[in-house]
């Protein structure tokens, strides 16, 4: 697919890939092999007809393949974007084997932005007015997942939004560059055109409770909030000033617009020597943000290799493109600061990996006596996100593990509140964007049994 160049797209936030002209994308489909059993289908979380959407491309009927999307997922634009689907549906592409696997999430994105810009809109159809009422609390992925599968089968859906504007994490964690934010508006957009009503600035668990919204009518309720407690390291100096948590400083940028300075005056630290700490896909949009709001230079530090890091090959590869420094094996020992508090420096210890840990990768152990210091005036720390325990804190008989998670079915999406479900990463812990749409899913289906026939 073609993209931006990178010295060109390093400085601005406008979109990397350009996307398949329908020339291209009609080729790329005539590549599929219409398998009878098709693996590509058991890779995909929400069960997607690969192969149906793909033939419709193939034959020109762009309108046929979004419909046939629509049938499984409320959000093709976006998961054609952000799924990771080197590890889920191409990973299992026969042509895999021998060659380039059929590129299914670039012929997703082509559908849904031909129908977006070119094609007629029909909207799916609905299922009868049952007469129920879901409360839908929070905006991203599961939550519009959820959203679109029950308003489809004849439920009156509320969603509501802590922020002034809808998509949870699509919104304000990743940059336009990667997800444009008008391609979320459509496909929420679709959403209310369905019949949904979206009700922003409702913090639920502080706005309102859980057991309000059941006052208030609602017969079920979901919760997918997501995880967005920043976690920190907990080394000296921490607390300096530029010194971000990677969801504060993607949700000024993103969400707050800070990159439209001037004319969105967002507070931001406009960092010249950045360093982002972590490796997975937040720290590649932390370390790429950088660049484009100025910085001179952009190193992601990380304690482990590059076979450990998590984030997508893709991600990885775009950012080095552009100019980002990758300083593995390093692990951050304390920050340093200037009389004015401000952050200066940041000295690190150099690592090397012994056994495998709980988490299957390589465990880093300090080389005493490597100690050394980079200069930096901006940080960025992106090692992970916890869960916000507002909403558990304030609902009466909604269990959580030890790590603060909401407990689920995870065949149901129940919680052990009668009427609640939950899913995504407020019961998982940070995952991608398409598995949270999978959890909704299962959760929309088990919501719809309990609307229909009961507990």
């Not at 993209?3 to 009609?26: H, I």
Request: aromatic share 6%; with cysteine.
């Amino acid at each position: 697919m073609p993209e931006q160049e990178p010295k060109v797209r390093a400085r601005n936030f406008d979109e990397v890939p350009l996307g398949y002209s329908p020339e291209t994308a009609q080729l790329e489909a005539g590549r599929c092999l219409q398998c009878k059993k098709p693996s590509c289908v058991e890779g995909c979380p929400v069960q997607i007809d690969i192969p149906g959407f793909i033939r419709h491309i193939k034959e020109g009927d762009f309108s046929g393949a979004i419909m046939k999307l629509w049938e499984k997922t409320s959000l093709p634009a976006v998961c054609g974007r952000v799924c990771p689907q080197e590890s889920q549906c191409e990973a299992l592409c026969i042509l895999g084997k021998k060659d380039e696997p059929v590129a299914v999430g670039r012929l997703e994105r082509f559908a849904s932005d031909w129908q977006r810009t070119k094609g007629e809109f029909k909207l799916p159809e609905k299922a009868a007015p049952t007469g129920k009422k879901v409360a839908v609390v929070g905006s991203g992925p599961s939550g519009l997942t959820v959203a679109g599968d029950l308003v489809l089968k004849g439920h009156q859906v509320t969603i509501f939004e802590a922020f002034h504007k809808t998509g949870g994490v699509l919104i304000y964690g990743i940059p336009e560059f990667r997800l444009p934010k008008a391609i979320v508006q459509a496909e929420v957009d679709i959403l209310e055109k369905l019949g949904a009503e979206v009700v922003c600035n409702a913090v639920i668990g502080r706005t309102l409770t859980v057991d309000e919204l059941f006052a208030d009518g609602f017969d079920a309720v979901y919760v997918g909030v997501g995880a967005g407690l920043p976690v920190f390291m907990n080394v000296p100096g921490e607390n300096l000033i530029g010194i971000y948590s990677a969801n504060e400083y993607l949700t000024r940028s993103n969400l707050m617009k800070a990159y439209r300075f001037p004319e969105y005056d967002t507070p931001i630290v406009f960092g010249k020597n950045v360093v982002v700490l972590g490796a997975g896909n937040v720290a590649m949009d932390s370390a790429r943000t950088a660049l484009r709001l100025g910085a001179e230079s952009v190193k992601i530090v990380y304690r482990r290799s590059r076979d450990e890091m998590p984030a997508r090959g893709e991600e990885i590869h775009h950012a080095e493109e552009e100019g980002v420094e990758m300083h593995l094996l390093t692990n951050p020992t304390r920050f340093l600061g200037d009389d004015q508090g401000r952050v200066v420096a940041m000295e690190c210890i150099k690592m090397e990996l012994g056994e495998p840990d709980a988490s299957g990768r390589r465990r880093p152990i300090p080389i005493q006596g490597s100690e050394f210091t980079m200069e930096t005036d901006l940080v960025v720390i992106s090692i992970g996100a916890g869960p916000n325990p507002l909403i558990t804190s304030t609902t009466k008989g909604l269990q959580t593990n030890k790590r603060g998670y909401i407990m689920a079915d995870p065949k149901t999406g129940k919680t052990y509140k009668k009427g609640v479900w939950a899913g995504g990463d407020i019961v998982t812990g940070s995952a991608t964007v398409i598995l949270a749409m999978g959890a909704g899913r299962i959760a929309a289906n088990s919501m719809h049994e309990y609307l229909t026939v009961g507990w």
